[in-house]
């Protein structure tokens, strides 16, 4: 069975190592860190290289930093499979590199307004890309809010729209913590008058969506006459405004911002083994 990153991006051949009958050609690649980062990738980096056939090592692992100029990687082999490994490899580290190191600073940012808060990532990452974000998250000190519809219940106004009246709306909530009743239930609001209300019918965490600080102090206070109920704060948390919304009081931050994280650049050199 190919390796789908590798197939996607060799096709039928690579043309150009083909062409200039390099191929057979023993060489060694390695890969460093052009700017300071958190790595992440190793995993599909790996299925990579080992696919293709290459000897390699690596001289840091998932979730380690690694500071401008160190080595991540080196890899062994003939020249065809060291060209097929390059681009899909380097663009995994460099990305999924990009969104550990931007969890970290967003976690760091979020302690420094709240040590108890937790950082938890949605499941608005680019579909088909599940496993690799979220290992990124848990490299850079995140967790996953969600891991899909399967692992949690959050009801949202989407879903409380075929409820009907308050009434009817009270009943399927208490009919849904009763069938999961090994299950927080969660539910998103948009304002502290929605979530009392949620609160008094027995929501077990409260997603406040897009609230400024002073309304989510108020939701925060809830606690106070209902201590099981946790608060998390979500829409548009990023590492500019984690500090600021942590210290006031949430439990948790809830975010999508580190999938769309700038990647870290990773330089890859390449010579003939003989050389070396």
């Known amino acids: ?62 979730g380690e930093a690694v500071g401008a100029g160190e ?31 931007y969890t970290k600073a967003l976690v760091q940012e979020a302690k420094r307004g709240n040590a108890d808060v937790e950082v938890v990532t949605t499941r ?22 969600r891991l899909g519809l399967y692992d949690s219940v959050l009801v949202f106004a989407q879903h409380r729209v075929f409820l009907g009246d308050k009434e009817a709306l009270a009943r399927h909530f208490w009919e849904l913590k009763q069938k999961f009743l090994e299950k927080k239930v969660a539910v998103e609001v948009e304002n502290f008058q929605e979530a009392l209300y ?23 206070e809830l606690k106070e006459k209902f201590p099981h109920v946790l608060i998390s704060a979500t829409g548009g948390i990023n590492v500019n405004n984690a500090q600021a919304t942590a210290a006031c009081g949430v439990d948790l931050l809830v975010t999508s911002s580190p999938y769309f994280a700038k990647p870290k650049d990773v330089k890859v050199t390449m010579q003939p083994k003989e050389k070396r």
């Not at 696919?51 to 840091?60: I, P, R, T, W, Y």
């Not at 890899?75 to 990305?95: D, F, M, R, T, Y």
Request: net charge neutral; charged share 20%.
């Open 1 to 62: 069975m190919g390796n789908v990153y590798v197939e996607e991006d060799v096709g039928l051949m690579d043309i150009t190592t083909l062409g200039l009958g390099i191929g057979a050609c023993s060489g060694v690649m390695e890969m460093r860190a052009k700017e300071s980062l958190t790595l992440s990738g190793c995993a599909p980096v790996k299925e990579i290289l080992q696919h293709l056939g290459l000897a390699f090592s690596f001289d840091v692992h998932e």
């Open 71 to 101: 080595r991540i990687l080196q890899c062994i082999g003939n020249a065809k499979a060291l060209h097929q490994a390059w681009k899909v490899s380097q663009n995994l580290l460099e990305h999924l590199s990009g969104v550990a190191s």
């Open 124 to 145: 608005k990452h680019f579909p088909g890309t599940k496993k690799m974000m979220l290992t990124a998250v848990l490299s850079g000190g995140a967790s996953p809010h």
């Open 198 to 220: 949620f609160a008094r019918i027995g929501a077990d965490i409260l997603q406040c969506e897009k609230m400024g600080e002073k309304e989510l102090k108020r939701c925060v």
